[in-house]
């Protein structure tokens, strides 16, 4: 059973950092790619970025390249996103996904539960 856990969010004032993690569990961690992906309320889910398995690549959506920046560490099975320059438009749930990866779902096949971020303006 694949397990992921989300921490890091929470509120911040526009202009601000946040840094989430996801933990994995199950599987061999390093093998897959990962993925963030975000549901702002009233919207569907959106690609925010992506790391193959090596951590050599990474995609990111173009409403935040240049700001976010995704990472990896196998030896902790833990994928991040850090976020600056943290805009309104930016609260959201953050969701992190496990599979072959890319920027549509259908590359995942696993998924946490979420974190919430929210930024004030």
């Known amino acids: 059973q694949v397990q992921l856990v989300e921490s890091g969010g929470g509120l911040v004032q526009a202009g601000g950092s946040l840094r989430l993690s996801c933990a994995a569990s199950g599987r061999t961690f390093s093998s897959y790619s990962m993925g963030w992906f975000r549901q702002a309320p009233g919207k569907e889910r959106e690609f925010v970025a992506a790391?193959?398995?090596?951590?050599?690549?990474?995609y990111y959506a173009g409403s935040v390249k240049g700001r976010f920046t995704i990472a990896r560490d196998n030896a902790k099975n833990t994928v991040y996103l850090q976020m600056n320059s943290l805009k309104p438009e930016d609260t959201a749930v953050y969701y992190c996904?496990?599979?072959?990866?890319?920027?549509?779902?259908?590359?995942?096949?696993?998924w946490g539960q979420g974190t919430q971020v929210t930024v004030s303006s």
């Open positions: 996904a496990t599979g072959r990866g890319g920027r549509d779902f259908e590359g995942y096949n696993y």
């Open positions: 790391i193959s398995w090596s951590g050599g690549s990474t």
